[in-house]
C-alpha cells in the first residue's frame, strides 16, 4: 500500500521548507476547492495534518522546552529557552495558519458527510472528522487560548471574532466529541457494506469502536484541563474513562513512517539533522533520584556518563556536550528511530488521568498510578516487571507523603517528548513539577503562544494583543480576553 508514502512525503516537504517555500505552497494551492475532492481523499490529509501540525513538530518542540523535558541548545530553541523572539507574532504564524488549514479540511470533510452531503451515508468519515476537529480544535485553543471559531473556516468570512475558550470547551469541544461517538455508534449499526474509510484511515483502519474509545479518552483529558474551573471535572473524567482505552492496544496513535528521508517520524529528522534540544537537568534529576530505569533508554551518554543540560543556561553547542533522546535518534536503532509511531493520547495517559481524578476525588488511585507506569515502562520496550518494581521501590513510598505531586510528577516524567504537549498543559493548570529556568524569573514563563502575524495582519479588527509571560489562558487561571 502505497498511499502513505505520497501523504508523508508532501506533509514533509512543507515543514522542512524554507518559509517562503511554505508561502509559495499558500499561493499556489487553494484549500477551499473541494469539488475534486472526497472523504477518501480527505481523511488521509486531515489526519496527517492532525499528526504533523498539531501533534509533532514545533508546537511539541518548544513546548518540551518551556516544560523542561529538555532545554535549548541550538539556533532558535536555544534563544526560545532565553526567551528571545517568542513574543513574536512571527514566531508561531506558519503553525497557527497549519492549524485553521486543517480545520478548514475537517469542515469540509463534515459538510460532504452530513445530512444533505454527496456522502451522507459515510458516517465513518464523518465521526472521524467530528473527533479530530475536536482534537485540533482542542490543541489550537490550549495553545492560543481565546481564538476565532464560530465565524472562522467560514468560507467569505476572512474577519472571523475571537470566542472566549470556555465556549470553545463547552459550547463545541465536547459537543463535537459526543456527535462523533453517535456518529461512529451509527455507522456500527450501519447494513454490510456502507462506506468504511479502510486503509484510508491511517490510525484505526476504520474500526469505529476504536475510534469511540478515542473520542471517550480525549473526553477524559479535556475534563481534566478544566480541573480549575469545574468542579466536576474529575467525577466527569472518571465517567469517560469508562468507555475510553481498555488497553495499550487501543492507543491513538499514528504508526505508520517508513525508514526513508522523507517517510521518517519528525522528531527523528529534528535531532538527526538539527540537535536543538538535550535532555534538562530538571527531567533528568527527578528520573535520578528515582532511580529509574527508562534514563538508560531514553538518554545518551557523553563519554559513559549522562551530562544533562541546564535549563536557560545551556551552552550553545549543537551535540556532543550533553546527553540527548535515544528515543528519537538510538544509534543502535536506526530504522526503529525513525519509524517511532507519533501519540495523540495513550492509554498510559489515561491511566494517569485516572489515578490524578480518583487521588482529587478521595479514592483508591495507587493501583491505576501504577498501571500508568506500566504503560509507560511498556510502551518504551522495558518491562512490566521493570515497572512494578520501580513503583514498589521508589514510588509508593513517594505516594504516602504527598500523593497528589507524585502522580502529577510520575506523568511529567512519562510524558517525555513525543508527548511534552501534555506535560506543558499539566503544568500550566497544577504548577508541578517545580521548573529551574532562570528566564522564568527575570523575562517570564510562556504561559501561552503568541497569535500569528497572518491573524494580526488580516484581522486587526478582531485581534487580541496578549503578553504570553503574563496572560495565562482560562482553564490555567487567566482571564478570558476575547469580548
Known amino acids: 500500500m502505497k498511499t502513505p508514502r505520497y501523504f508523508l512525503m508532501a506533509l514533509l516537504t512543507l515543514f522542512f521548507w524554507a518559509c517562503s517555500d511554505d508561502i509559495m505552497d499558500d499561493i499556489n494551492r487553494n484549500v477551499n476547492d473541494a469539488s475534486t475532492a472526497d472523504s477518501f481523499s480527505m481523511i488521509p490529509d486531515a489526519i496527517l495534518k492532525s499528526v504533523y501540525t498539531a501533534t509533532a513538530t514545533d508546537l511539541a518542540w518548544y513546548a518540551s522546552a518551556f516544560i523542561e523535558h529538555s532545554a535549548g541548545q541550538w ?79 467560514t468560507p467569505g468570512n476572512y474577519k472571523p471574532k475571537f470566542d472566549k475558550q470556555s465556549e470553545i470547551y463547552n459550547n463545541h469541544i465536547f459537543n463535537l466529541l459526543d ?31 476504536k475510534w469511540i474509545m478515542a473520542a471517550n479518552s480525549l473526553k477524559a483529558r479535556y475534563h481534566m484541563r478544566l480541573s480549575n474551573v469545574d468542579e466536576q471535572a474529575a467525577s466527569k473524567a472518571l465517567a469517560a474513562i469508562n468507555d475510553g482505552f481498555a488497553s495499550a492496544a487501543d492507543n491513538f496513535i499514528f504508526a505508520k513512517y517508513e525508514a526513508t528521508e522523507r517517510g521518517e517520524n519528525p522528531w527523528y529528522q529534528f535531532r538527526f539533522q538539527r540537535s536543538h534540544l538535550a535532555v534538562s537537568s530538571t527531567l533528568f534529576d527527578l528520573m535520578d533520584e528515582r532511580d529509574d530505569p527508562r ?21 550553545r553547542v549543537q551535540g556532543g556536550t550533553y546527553s540527548e533522546s535515544l528515543i528519537t535518534y538510538d544509534p543502535d536503532d536506526i530504522p526503529g528511530s525513525r519509524m517511532r509511531p507519533t501519540p495523540l493520547m495513550t492509554f498510559h495517559e489515561l491511566k494517569f488521568i485516572e489515578a490524578e481524578a480518583r487521588q482529587v476525588s478521595g479514592g483508591d488511585y495507587a493501583e491505576s498510578l501504577q498501571e500508568a507506569i506500566r504503560g509507560s515502562f511498556v510502551f518504551h520496550g522495558l518491562t512490566a516487571a521493570q515497572a512494578d518494581a520501580y513503583f514498589n521501590s521508589e514510588v509508593a513510598s513517594r505516594l504516602q507523603a504527598d500523593p497528589y505531586n507524585e502522580i502529577m510528577i510520575q506523568k511529567y516524567i512519562a510524558m517525555y517528548e513525543h508527548e511534552a504537549q501534555e506535560a506543558y498543559h499539566d503544568y500550566r493548570r497544577t504548577e508541578i513539577p517545580t521548573l529551574h529556568n532562570p528566564a522564568n524569573i527575570t523575562v517570564g514563563f510562556p504561559h501561552r503562544y503568541q497569535y500569528g502575524n497572518s491573524e494580526e495582519s488580516n484581522n486587526p479588527e478582531n485581534f487580541i494583543d496578549v503578553n504570553i509571560y503574563r496572560d495565562k489562558v482560562w482553564w490555567a487561571g487567566g482571564n478570558e480576553l476575547a469580548p
Open 179 to 209: 456527535q462523533g461517538i453517535a456518529s461512529l455508534q451509527a455507522a456500527i449499526n450501519q447494513p454490510a457494506g456502507s462506506p468504511n474509510l479502510g486503509v484510508f484511515d491511517y490510525i484505526y483502519g476504520g474500526n469505529n469502536q
Open 295 to 315: 534514563m538508560d533508554v531514553w538518554f545518551s551518554k557523553v563519554g559513559g556518563e549522562f551530562v544533562p543540560a541546564p535549563p536557560g543556561q545551556a551552552d
Open 75 to 153: 539556533a532558535q530553541h536555544h534563544d526560545a529557552d532565553r526567551r528571545i523572539g517568542l513574543a513574536a507574532t512571527s514566531h508561531f504564524n506558519n503553525h497557527w495558519n497549519g492549524m485553521y488549514d486543517n480545520l478548514n479540511i475537517l469542515r469540509m470533510i463534515r459538510e460532504r458527510t452530513s445530512p444533505g452531503g454527496p456522502e451522507e451515508n459515510n458516517l465513518n468519515a464523518l465521526g472521524i472528522a467530528q473527533v479530530l476537529t475536536a482534537y485540533n480544535l482542542a490543541v489550537l485553543t490550549d495553545f492560543w487560548g481565546d481564538v476565532p471559531w464560530t465565524e472562522a473556516v
